[in-house]
C-alpha cells in the first residue's frame, strides 16, 4: 500500500511501512531517536537552570509533538495567534503563552471563548490602546484577562521601550478590572550587531531588575509571577540571567525555544555550537531531527541532478536546502559529501553532484533544512521514522 505523504488521514495506522517502499515523496520526516533525544536534553536543561520550559508551538502545530513536550515535563506550550491557540486547546494543551499581542475582536472572541472554556491563557501588552480595548471586550464577557507586560529593545519588534513607557503600562493595566498582570515578557532574538552576547546578557539582567522592581512594588496579580523569554538561539544566557534564588523562589521563570525539537542542519547547528563553546560543561547537545525525502527524477547534463522537491517542501530561508544522505531500498544510506542545492524552485531543486557521486533516476535524497518553522508550514503530516525508515506514526499538523 502506498501513503500518501501529504494526505495520510489522522490517525491512520501506518503498520510500520517503509518510508522508501511505501510513501509517496516528498515527505517530511522525523527521526524518533533525535526527537526524544531533543525533547529529553532542553528540558534537562531548563529544569539545572530551575526553569520551567513551554516550547514555542508555532515551529511545528504538531499536537503529537507538544504531547511529548508536555510528557517530558513543559510546563505549557507557546503559540503565536489566538487561531494557534485554539488548535492547541482542542487537542489537549490548557495553559498557553501567546507570545504576542492580542489585537482585533474576532481573535479576542476566540480567545474568550478559550478562557471561558477553562484555559490558562495570558498574551502580552505593550500598549494602553492594547490595555483598553482588552479590557473592554473581556469585561463585556465578564471574564479576566492574564497579561504579561512587554520589554522591548531599541529596533526590534513590539515592547514598551523606557522606564516611562513601562510605568504608564502597568498603571493602565492596574486601573482594567477585566485584566491581570501576571509576569513580564521578553524577547531577545532580534538583538544584534557588534558584542552581541553581551548585549543579550544585558537585556536578561533588564527583564530581572524589572522583575524585581515590579514585584516589590506589588504590581503582579499572582504572587509567583512569570517571567520569559528565550528562542532557540540565546537561551543559554537567557538561562543564566534567569537562574537567579530569589526568581526561583518567587516568580516562574519560563524559557520559549521552539526549533530545538527538531533542530536543523545550518543555522540552529551552527548556534548549538556557540553554546557550547559558551559552556563546554555541557553534556551532549542537540541534534537535528527533521529532514525532507525526495526521489532524484532527472539527470539531464553531468554534474547536475533534478530532485522531486521545491519550495513547497521545504524550507529555502535563511539557506538552500543542504543535502544529506543518498537513500536505495535494501542498502545503506550514503552521505552526499560534496553535494549542494544550487537553486529551488516550486516542485524542483537544482542539485550539484560531484563526478564520484553515482545517482540513478528514482534514488531517493534526504535534505536537511535550516530554520525548522518553514519547512513544517509546508506539510499537514509529518512523518515519525525509526532509524531503519519504517515509518512509526503520521503526525498530522494544524497551521
Known sequence: MTLPARHLQKG??????????????PAAVIFDAALTHNIAWMQHF???????????????????????????????????????????????VTRLLMANQLVGRPNMAIVADLVARGADYCCLVDSVASVEALNAC????????????????????????????????????????????????GYEGLIGGEHTVDKVRS???????????????????????????????????????????????????????GCYVVHDHRSYR??????????PELKGELEPALAVFAHVQSLPEPGLAVVAMGKRDISVDPDL????????????????????????????????????????????????????????????QVLLVDDDLQVLEAMPTFF
Open 203 to 257: 537585556y536578561g539582567q533588564r527583564l530581572v531588575d524589572t522583575m524585581r522592581t515590579l514585584r516589590s512594588a506589588g504590581a503582579f496579580a499572582e504572587r509567583t509571577p512569570i517571567i520569559t523569554a528565550a528562542g532557540s538561539q540565546w537561551f543559554d544566557l537567557v538561562a543564566e540571567a534567569f537562574d537567579r534564588s530569589d526568581l526561583r523562589d518567587h516568580c516562574t521563570p519560563i524559557l520559549r525555544p
Open 270 to 279: 551552527d548556534a548549538m555550537a556557540e553554546v557550547k563553546a559558551r559552556h
Open 12 to 25: 491512520r495506522p501506518v503498520d510500520g511501512q517503509s518510508l522508501l517502499e511505501n510513501v509517496s515523496l
Open 46 to 92: 531548563a529544569d539545572d537552570h530551575g526553569a520551567q520550559i513551554a516550547p514555542h508551538g508555532k515551529t511545528t502545530m504538531t499536537p503529537a509533538l507538544f504531547r511529548r513536550q508536555l510528557d517530558a515535563g513543559a510546563w505549557g506550550i507557546t503559540l503565536a495567534t489566538a487561531v494557534q491557540c485554539a488548535a492547541a486547546f482542542e487537542h489537549g
Open 321 to 380: 536546502p543542504v543535502p544529506l544522505q543518498l537513500h536505495r531500498s535494501g542498502e545503506a544510506a550514503r552521505p552526499l559529501t560534496g553535494c549542494s542545492t544550487r537553486k529551488v524552485m516550486d516542485q524542483h531543486a537544482m542539485m550539484v553532484i560531484p563526478e564520484d557521486i553515482e545517482l540513478r533516476i528514482g534514488d531517493v535524497v534526504s535534505f536537511g533544512a535550516s530554520h525548522p518553522c518553514l519547512t513544517f508550514d509546508k506539510w499537514r
Open 138 to 185: 473581556f469585561g463585556e464577557r465578564h471574564l479576566t484577562l492574564q497579561v504579561l507586560v512587554e520589554l522591548g529593545v531599541p529596533g526590534g519588534r513590539c515592547g514598551v521601550r523606557n522606564d516611562a513607557e513601562l510605568k504608564t503600562l502597568v498603571d493602565a493595566v492596574a486601573a482594567a478590572p477585566a485584566l491581570a498582570l501576571c509576569g513580564i515578557e
